[in-house]
């Protein structure tokens, strides 16, 4: 018994011991547990939730109710009006209770035009009468635009010179250099001291304007041929019934050629009260001849009085004459010349941007920026209100999740631009105002401007290394109709705009960041991964833009009724601009593609072989350099990819080597002494082309000088600047690599 | 009985059952403490016990055999030897066990004299006779000079053009503008094709050769006057005896103008094979006039010839002679005509930097960098030997420390730079080749070229961020010797060296970077925070730098016997680089103090008040936005530093954003554009002094500019640009203050 009741003591002494252990366990282990959350905390992924619940929060409704009260009035840049919208929308983000929301200001040089002694174009008779003269307002073809069209801004074209001038006219196609050689070299036809009329299309405007100041030209007019902006279609397809050009309507736009400088007067510095101006004198940015836009009902009168030789075929346009060279008027014309008066005046006035943040949980100091410029030349209902519209619905979606209980792992920021339409101005003067914290925290800058022009299909332009998250993130959308081509984003956008069209299993088209929107500044100057967004018309209607741009006829109603009833398509930018921030801001491994930017490598030397191999060979230029520096780069790039597979995701400062090295991935192609002859454009693996801002050329600090040398009267210095890119690019690229490896 | 047992089981089973429990938590606790260990790894401050076994581990025995072998041959940049010595120093790394050790090579363009036909210098009779020549070879003295005098580079001035004049000849004191100026506008002397003869000292000779070239001059003859380089002592103090020059000793040196673009060459660029070169006629950088330099016993020959009014009085140095201005000779000499013979050739040639890193154990993507170059001139047992000896020595002791179980929680990086004697060329190469890397990655750069010249008290040259630390390191550490002004670093340094000689409370002096070593690439191109060691001698003796410098006397024996026998000193500078070192590497916070930043600027500016405020009055600049941005980032700093008080240690990504923070501060002051014509100094706070490189003005854009204003012949202009580089300093010290914001 004695020895019974002792192995029972001890037997229950073994339970109960044991049993206390298991809940001490417990106990110590999930006392613990406390710190080590906090820590897992530091290294999850975020709330799995937040993607479908962010997409089912955007509301085309709020996107069209922001959208009419956007377009309700006129929002230039430097007026009281674009300083109204600028404070409405830091009082929108308070009210959805962002962390924070203000507004900054720079002191820039803008234009406007005179509306006392509005710009005109006429035509004389050889009593020097003026018979007929150029429109002043666009026509008012329906209730929206009776009521705007003669309180927003007059066409006109910002950073014209003011002045007169009368002479002859020369039709000078679409003002290219190509154009004005054809016409000096083939054609015979000397433009000096002439007034020029050229077609909008191919390039900026800016470049017609500097070509035809090089080329001697006393004044431009610009106008939209029909060719370009009606299409197939007859008056049922126009205005206010359908989205072609009527022809009163007038493309406004700035001819500006900043170079990449920002605002004119403060080169490469931020436009604040205290920074010193250069004189006007002092910048090649502005032009020194009038430039003028006009509709194609108004460029009827000029160009059927041109006289002179028959333009050459393809210099024809739609209008419904034989297009004349000149100079000159036609005998059967009473005209005699042609009078430019141009009061259009440049002027200092505030311009306002507005940021918006939410800060991260995690990674405060990393930064998922979006950005859309605010202000427009009309009611801007497509370029830009459109995006606005959007961006501010997106803001109220993410403090949705937000109210929900998740936040971002790195911060967001909201980026409202001014004056974007006069030059990029508000974006610039920000990226020079913070080039330093943009170049050390940016993760991302996604851009929208004119979120919808149509609704056939997407037109991203992207950084590389981001495109395969962008596909990514198509293919977590729905397209926003029922189409044949599929049910994703990807599927329809990849089957309309394939890359390749011979190729079924091609990817869909992506393309080059040139300049054109506010994305210019960051991936060019500062050299941040940048996603512009959009969906745009198809390609097969041959026109060159959307044709109402930057017409009076950018109403409520274009957008409403005509191009996205519903809103759908503008509900369904918002979904995938917000899936791409959370895309950046969330996942604990930056999802950048590195061997994305080893095949754009590949594909550029390829594209610089075919156009131009040939003439580096009988120069005597060696490529081998670059080859090199492609081949180091690619193996340094699948290298990392392949370390990063191993990473310890439990390793806070690995975590933080890995993204640094991701994020800094595309600054590596800043070069910081910029671009031949170009000090601001410093990316030295994409620029906006010299000839056509809007495309980017192969290597453009290479393409650029292979096109001086083909065209210098001193050759042989000129093939060796051409030498000397090839070597700083290939070093750039081998540069970039090294980046890829740690220590070193 | 049985309720006794009962009671006994019940009161055993709580003893067991707790004692199980509290067993339990503690395995509970503590099997869970293996993953809070882990991050708890990530957060500590390192082993404490390494600063003192690091300091007790350096050495002066080592430093000396190092020395010894290290002074055993000459070793030029671009010869064997120097090549030899590269490899050397990979080896002892490899030996020691770093975990890396590399040679990178650069093609650059080098400079020596022709063996076969020497360069001199001779004054000629009137028959056109030489009657006298300078010597080839400076005076052998002991059995090392008689060993190696004859195998050391020949006395020369790198980048000399070559060729002969003859002609007249001119004294021009030490060749300064006003030394210049003072000839042209006082004593109406033209130096126009003539001979110049200049003392050394004051400015760089580089700048001596510039304005001689500049007013005109056809060759320049450089020489060291005793006044300099004899002090009070006589034959007794002169080596092989003392520390003080002979007369046949020269100071050999390079004359390069390379303005911080690096090898002339490939400016801003590095040299490596395929980069391209441009000509030599392309570049300021070279000389166009003949340079050479003598010793004071054959320049006694020539200013004792020359004729023409005597020199202002204190342009008399210390020869006992007159000295005459010139031009022409005295009539009491034969001598009619002075002959420079040059034959100094500049040539492509491979030099060799070498690295050595120890891995970071929680942080490897952050380096502290260590670098001293090996390149001398002779035998550089001062310039640079004693800097290696003290270097490898250094990596020695850190390997030690891993052995032993440390690692330190950033990369070490050690890096042994070749061709610093011809313009810091190994390290400005390296700096262009990885420039993105040490922007992104480098905490600080520590210099050591010439450790010990003397013995009498430390001269450092430090960042303002980083002075706390180098205060607290110097606390921290022992005066080599019993000496009666203290016993640490500190103590002895202040009392011999006070910033403020009539404050007993004061700092001792730092200096601020100019140029001049090797630091120049990290601090004025990239912005990384430097610091440069070494002790000196007692301004008081008033030499301009030891007097031995640059000549075939810097042997083993002058380090051994006559500077620092025992090697204490050379142990102390050892001792200090580590600690150093490591109270950057370990920390989990960096020891950066951006209130120095703040002070810095204040006194700057004071400054600025003192040397040119009314001149900025008188011509209508205002320094009001000058003086908002340093009250800004004044206020920035102070915000930082009390949020950084509140910092919470155990957030990983927290305490990386503050060091980010910290570190890139320096990096914020880093003009893309550079300074007004000089676009490779790009450190708007720091620069090398236009008028002597090895100081720096304060706000150098704006000195320079007024500078130059002042002798303008066109002032507006010239003001209007100063008026402009008070907006852009403005500017760069207000973003400064932006990035200790955060998210902004």
Same mark, same amino acid.
């Given at each position: 018994m004695e020895n019974m009741s002792r192995n029972r003591v001890i037997f229950i002494s073994v339970v109960v011991g044991v049993l206390g252990i298991v809940v001490g366990v417990l106990i110590g282990y999930f006392s613990r547990g406390s710190a080590t959350g906090e820590f897992a905390d530091f290294l999850s992924e975020g709330d799995a939730w937040v993607a479908e619940a962010l997409r089912d929060e955007i509301s085309a409704k709020n996107i069209e109710e922001n959208l009419r009260y956007l377009t309700s009035k006129p929002h230039l840049a430097g007026t009281p009006e674009g300083k109204a919208y600028a404070d409405w929308v830091v009082q929108k983000w308070r009210e959805q209770g962002l962390d924070d929301a203000y507004v900054t200001d720079y002191n820039i040089l803008l234009s406007y035009p005179d509306r006392d002694s509005p710009s005109y174009i006429a035509l004389l008779d050889e009593n020097d009468r003026e018979r007929f003269r150029t429109a002043v307002f666009e026509e008012a073809v329906d209730a929206e635009t009776e009521q705007w069209l003669s309180s927003i801004v007059q066409p006109f074209n910002a950073y014209s010179a003011p002045g007169t001038v009368q002479g002859d006219v020369v039709y000078v196609n679409y003002a290219r250099v190509e154009d004005y050689e054809r016409l000096r070299d083939q054609l015979g036809i000397d433009v000096t001291g002439k007034v020029v009329i050229a077609r909008y299309g191919k390039i900026f405007r800016g470049e017609k304007a500097k070509y035809s100041q090089e080329f001697g030209a006393a004044g431009l007019i610009l106008y939209t041929d029909p060719e370009d902006t009606? *299409?197939? *279609? *007859?008056e049922a397809d126009m205005y206010p019934r359908g989205w072609y050009l009527p022809g009163s309507g007038v493309q406004r736009g700035n001819i500006l050629n900043s170079a990449g400088a920002g605002e004119p007067l403060t080169p490469g510095y931020p436009a604040k009260d205290y920074m010193f101006r250069i004189e006007q004198n002092e910048t090649d940015a502005l032009a020194r001849i009038p430039v003028h836009p006009i509709g194609y009902s108004d460029a009827w009168h000029i160009l059927n009085a041109i006289g002179g030789p028959a333009a050459p075929a393809e210099w024809a346009g739609g209008l419904n004459i034989t297009y004349r060279l000149g100079p000159g008027f036609d005998s059967a014309s009473w005209a005699r010349s042609i009078k430019m008066n141009i009061s259009v005046r440049n002027e200092r006035r505030d311009i306002f941007n507005t940021v918006g943040v939410i800060r991260g949980r995690v990674e405060p100091d990393r930064y998922v920026i979006m950005g859309n410029h605010r202000d427009s030349w009309t009611l801007g209902s497509v370029d830009p209100t459109s995006g606005t519209a959007v961006m501010v619905e997106v803001t109220r979606a993410f403090m949705e999740m937000v109210k929900r209980g998740w936040r971002p792992r790195r911060s967001l920021m909201f980026c409202s631009w001014d004056a974007e339409e006069y030059g990029l101005h508000g974006s610039m003067e920000h990226v020079e105002e913070f080039h330093r914290n943009l170049a050390s925290r940016a993760v991302v800058y996604i851009n929208i401007d004119t979120a919808v022009m149509a609704t056939y299909t997407l037109r991203p332009k992207v950084s590389p290394s981001a495109r395969q998250e962008f596909r990514e993130a198509t293919k977590r959308l729905p397209w926003p109709e029922t189409v044949p081509e599929g049910t994703t984003m990807y599927d329809v956008w990849r089957k309309r705009s394939p890359n390749d069209p011979d190729d079924p299993d091609t990817q869909p088209r992506i393309d080059l960041l040139g300049s054109g929107s506010d994305f210019a500044g960051f991936v060019h100057r500062v050299g941040v991964s940048c996603i512009d967004l959009g969906y745009t018309f198809d390609t097969a209607l041959g026109v060159s833009s959307y044709p109402l741009y930057h017409t009076g006829y950018e109403t409520f109603h274009l957008q409403? %009724? +005509? +191009? %996205?009833p519903g809103f759908k398509f503008n509900r369904g930018i918002a979904q995938l601009a917000a899936d791409l921030i959370r895309g950046f801001a969330d996942p604990v491994i930056l999802p950048f593609d590195l061997m994305e930017y080893a095949n754009y490598l590949g594909v550029m030397r390829s594209d610089l072989q075919a156009e131009y191999g040939t003439d580096l060979t009988n120069h005597g230029i060696s490529s081998d350099s670059l080859d090199s520096a492609i081949r180091n780069f690619t193996d340094a790039a699948q290298a990392f990819h392949s370390r990063l597979q191993g990473i310890d995701k439990n390793n806070p400062f690995e975590v933080r080597m890995f993204n640094d090295q991701l994020m800094q991935l595309e600054r590596a192609f800043i070069d910081p002494l910029g671009l031949p002859g170009r000090p601001f454009y410093r990316h030295t693996l994409m620029a906006p082309s010299k000839h056509n801002k809007y495309v980017s050329d192969p290597f453009p600090g290479l393409t650029d000088t292979i096109f001086d040398a083909e065209r210098s009267a001193d050759p042989a210095p000129a093939w060796r600047e051409v030498a000397k890119q090839m070597s700083i690019i290939a070093f750039n690229i081998q540069s970039a690599a090294s980046t890829l490896m740690m220590p070193a």
């Open positions: 009606v *299409g197939s *279609g *007859g409403a %009724d +005509i +191009i %996205d």
